[in-house]
């Protein structure tokens, strides 16, 4: 089981709304990252860090933004939401970086942004 | 640009019978190709990991394969239960600290 948590796991609000997905691990991991699925379709890589103070653009541009000031925690913040924001957002981690290593999620947030 | 194909977007399969779900690439040299299970609602959940130079592993009634010169993988579930129903994703990764990228996935009916 992985010890990986994200708040809220589902949310509605309202467009130009503020919003952080929250997301935290309790297994010590240095490399956390942030994917976005629709229904149905591939996982995007959106954000990841390698560490605390380290935060890198994914392959899918996002205009949401990251922030890792400790190892645990990982939030993602939308400015101001848009309906084309809907989606689901997964949050993960590992030990390291690389196709070596095993990537723990968490359950996801659902976004709907109206 | 690099693509990763799965062979079909759904699979039904009746009970007891090999699932084989297929992963296909392009335009991509992976040294790590990785298997996951998501069911709905959920996040995807490690399964197996094989690297560029090996053939085949195995895990319970699981069993994936990885050809470099077909640029495809394998993954089999012998035995399959009902409870085995879900997407399964692939996901590949080069040999520097790259991070995983997510083919699209195949879900898999297993019917009773």
């Known amino acids: 089981e992985a010890d990986i948590y994200q708040t809220p796991r589902y949310l509605v609000i309202g467009t130009g709304k503020k919003i952080t997905l929250e997301c935290s691990q309790t297994m010590g991991h240095d490399k956390m990252y942030w994917y976005q699925q629709d229904p149905g379709m591939e996982l995007h890589l959106i954000h990841y860090?390698?560490?605390?103070?380290?935060?890198e653009k994914g392959d899918l541009s996002s205009e949401s933004t990251v922030s890792r000031i400790r190892t645990e925690h990982f939030p993602l913040t939308l400015e101001s939401a848009r309906p084309s924001h809907t989606s689901q957002y997964l949050c993960?981690?590992?030990?390291?970086?690389?196709?070596?290593?095993?990537?723990?999620f968490g359950e996801g947030s659902w976004l709907t942004v109206v | 640009s690099q693509k990763i194909e799965q062979n079909s977007e759904a699979l039904n399969i009746q009970e007891g019978k090999t699932a084989t779900l297929t992963c296909n690439y392009t335009n991509y040299s992976p040294a790590y190709l990785q298997w996951y299970r998501q069911d709905p609602g959920r996040g995807p959940v490690f399964l197996l990991l094989i690297r560029e130079n090996e053939k085949e592993k195995r895990k319970e009634r699981l069993k994936v394969t990885f050809d470099t010169t077909l640029k495809q993988s394998l993954f089999h579930i012998t035995a399959s239960q009902p409870a085995d129903s879900a997407t399964y994703l692939c996901a590949l990764a080069g040999s520097g600290n790259t991070p995983l990228v997510f083919g699209k996935g195949t879900r898999l009916s297993v019917i009773a």
């Open positions: 993960a981690s590992s030990e390291n970086l690389g196709g070596g290593n095993t990537i723990y």
């Open positions: 860090s390698y560490g605390v103070n380290s935060t």
